[in-house]
């Protein structure tokens, strides 16, 4: 028994001895040994008021082989900034007595929530993490843009109205935003509408869109922060539905307007083929899950667009009538899926008893992507034409197409090398430049997409771009 008292003993002894050994060989409380961090500053993207935003993280490491003590963790500013943080699982805006271990790391968590502001420019919030670890001061810094919107939920403007949309601060849109018929939504340069998921706009009357070069008309998805950090969810498809232009629906005008980042891109109902249903002018429309354009039995005009990237078709055209001058059709589609269809689909393009044919013209265009060309390949006895266009693919001239140029590269800037597109021309070796019809330049193509002049005398380039020679 005595035997048996004495082991017990001895091995608490022993026990005491080892934790209390290991406790002061472990803990350093040398101002020397301090903590690093993964970032110097954590900075949010654009934020709504009133909206939280995604999660941002960075970590704390401690290289030193002993356990460090983290006397606190404050967030400086917590009662103004709307940042808050969760440290290892512990919320502040103040965290006590934290321990990281030797040769160990912890994560910080930030998230933000911004007040509205009252003013229509984003407004530039800051604050800082400070840690306070054996009595050294270090801090990491944070950013977030707050930008206060106009929301919108299911909204029906009035029917039989003209309403002009402010284009000093943004509009939010949830669920649909309605153009009730003998409606016009006038937009002006410079509006933006972000769109929430699966949101769309739902045109039954008619839309203006009246953006410039420098301040374009903006149709996009509200994800403001990234996927990874090279890939904003902006560059993505799919983050809002898309723009339905309905039966009764006409004279609609795009004139420089951005649109991207669609599930469905735009839907257009049939209609009376004497009247324009909609007019494309100076615009992108860019990145479409789906179709991007898709026209059925109406009439749509386009000049110095660029229509590029979709899973779907960049036009689908059912019947009706379309024109297309000095457009750049670029398909290099790889994000979230793949390529599904043709570049161009044609359908009801033959007379048949309930309808007539479809008539199409593509003059001084670049038509151009992965995948395949058209659907169908043989146009012959069609009223379907292509006037100067590029190809990238073999082909030679006949009673459809007309001194087209075969086998040709615009040789672009960017087809999507780190998610970056830039379908302007980047060398005169471009078989795009100075290659056009100068019989399609108009009082509409004098300018490009960009503004850029299509010199009287010279043959423009092919596409919505001209070639600008790089200033040294």
């Excluded at 590029?390 to 009673?399: N, P, Y």
Aim: glycine residues 6%.
């Amino acid at each position: 028994m005595k035997k048996k008292f004495f082991h017990i003993v001895l091995t608490l002894l022993v026990s005491s001895f080892v934790l209390s050994g290991c406790f002061d060989e472990n803990f350093s409380n040398d101002p020397n040994d301090h903590l690093t961090f993964s970032t110097d500053i954590v900075k949010f993207d654009t934020i709504f008021t009133q909206r939280g935003t995604a999660t941002l993280s960075f970590k704390v490491y401690n290289h030193a082989k002993k356990s460090l003590k983290i006397e606190s963790v404050t967030l400086a500013d917590a009662a103004n900034s709307g940042f808050f943080i969760n440290v290892d699982g512990s919320k502040g805006p103040v965290i006590r007595d934290l321990e990281v271990r030797g040769r160990d790391s912890l994560y910080v968590f930030v998230e933000a929530n911004v007040d509205p502001a009252n003013q229509n420019s984003p407004l530039l919030i800051k604050d800082s993490i400070v840690f306070i670890t054996n009595g050294v001061r270090q801090d990491v810094k944070l950013e977030a843009y707050g930008q206060d919107v106009n929301v919108l939920r299911g909204e029906v403007l009035p029917d039989g109205e003209n309403i002009t949309f402010s284009n000093e601060k943004p509009y939010l849109i949830y669920d649909s935003l309605v153009v009730s018929p003998a409606s016009s939504l006038i937009l002006p340069e410079g509006t933006t509408l972000y769109f929430h998921s699966k949101a769309v706009l739902e045109v039954k009357g008619k839309v203006e869109a009246q953006g410039s070069t420098v301040r374009p008309v903006t149709f996009r998805g509200d994800r403001l922060d990234r996927m990874f950090v090279d890939l904003p969810y902006d560059y993505l498809p799919g983050q809002w539905g898309g723009i339905h232009i309905h039966k009764d629906s006409y004279d609609n005008r795009f004139d420089h307007v951005s649109m991207r980042g669609t599930s469905t891109g735009i839907v257009i109902d049939s209609s009376d083929v004497s009247r324009t249903k909609i007019t494309f002018s100076n615009s992108v429309i860019h990145n479409s899950s789906n179709n991007l354009v898709s026209s059925t039995e109406s009439k749509i005009v386009a000049w110095n667009c660029q229509f590029s990237n979709a899973s779907g078709a960049l036009m689908s055209l059912s019947g009706g009538e379309a024109e297309f001058i000095h457009c750049t059709f670029a398909n290099y589609f790889q994000l979230m899926d793949v390529i599904k269809s043709p570049l161009l689909i044609f359908d009801r393009y033959t007379q048949t008893d309930q309808s007539l044919p479809l008539k199409a013209l593509f003059a001084n265009c670049i038509i151009i992507g992965n995948g395949t060309l058209m659907q169908p390949l043989e146009l012959l006895n069609t009223q379907i034409y292509f006037n100067t266009c590029l190809f990238r693919v073999d082909g030679s001239d006949d009673e459809n197409f007309n001194h087209c140029i075969w086998n040709g590269d615009p040789m672009f800037v960017a087809t999507g090398d780190n998610y970056q597109y830039n379908f302007n021309l980047s060398s005169e070796s471009s078989a795009a430049y100075r290659a056009g019809n100068t019989a399609f330049v108009n009082e509409n193509t004098r300018t490009d997409l960009l503004g850029n002049p299509r010199l009287e005398g010279i043959n423009p380039d092919v596409g919505a771009y001209q070639y600008v020679t790089p200033i040294e």
